[in-house]
């Protein structure tokens, strides 16, 4: 299993420019999250997701979008950056199972807007 | 609504002290609690968790945690540090029902000096 992969691993946008962040597990997991991680801020919850098709917010959702088409598959879009969004953005995963809540992390992509 | 703190933003210590990195929440009902571990230039992953039973919790690397529900905390401790434990350590929260969101602490950074 590769677990969570994410792509980019990093990348420069100009204000005002989109992109996507892509995040596959092969887990089979329900669970799937998006973090952001500033420095001295701990990580912050932005999106997640119990199952394909379902989405809710998390703590700072502003600027963002997410979908889940697909249980393995749970793209973030950023419509119009802005340099507050520069950031270390994570995806994780979990099983849908209450005794055992472990999150499996991807390697992160690091987000600079200029 | 559920947070997380930890007592201290950056601990220095000397190979072959003890630590104990602190941790509070605030929750209402019943939680699943986790350390998670970040090296240097790597995601995050699992060093321990509690789910119910035995409050004092082992995990990986001679780490162990212990949860007072009286004083809603989870500290980390380890006996004597190594160089490798050089890392950044967050603490997590999730409340035990449907759909509850993953909450972490803001972090604490370990530099262990050989």
């Known amino acids: 299993n590769a677990g969570v992969t994410q792509t980019p691993k990093f990348r420069i946008l100009k204000i005002g420019q989109s992109m996507t962040l892509q995040c596959t597990q092969d887990?089979?997991?329900?669970?799937m999250y998006w973090y952001r991680q500033d420095p001295g801020m701990g990580l912050k919850l932005i999106y997640y997701?119990?199952?394909?098709?379902?989405?809710d917010k998390g703590e700072v959702p502003n600027g963002y979008n997410v979908s889940r088409s697909t249980t393995e598959d749970f793209p973030l879009r950023l419509e119009l950056a802005a340099p507050s969004q520069t950031s270390v953005y994570f995806c994780?995963?979990?099983?849908?199972?209450?005794?055992?809540?472990?999150?499996?992390f991807g390697p992160g992509t690091r987000l600079t807007v200029l | 609504a559920q947070s997380v703190s930890q007592h201290n933003h950056h601990v220095i210590l000397s190979e072959a002290a003890s630590l104990e990195l602190g941790c509070n929440y605030s929750?209402?009902?019943?939680?699943?609690l986790f350390w998670y571990v970040q090296y240097p230039g790597q995601h995050l992953q699992l060093l321990l968790k509690?789910?119910?039973?035995?409050?004092l919790v082992k995990g990986i690397k001679g780490f162990e945690a212990e949860f007072i529900k009286s004083k809603f905390s989870f500290n980390l401790r380890k006996p004597s540090v190594q160089w490798s434990d050089t890392a950044e350590y967050f603490c997590?929260?999730?409340?035990?029902?449907?759909?509850?969101?993953?909450?972490f602490g803001p972090g604490t950074s370990l530099s262990v000096i050989p």
């Open positions: 994780a995963s979990s099983v849908r199972d209450y005794s055992y809540n472990e999150q499996f």
């Open positions: 887990m089979n997991h329900n669970y």
């Open positions: 997701s119990v199952g394909a098709g379902i989405t």
């Open positions: 929750y209402g009902g019943t939680v699943n």
């Open positions: 509690y789910f119910s039973g035995d409050p």
């Open positions: 997590a929260v999730r409340g035990e029902t449907s759909y509850d969101k993953v909450i």
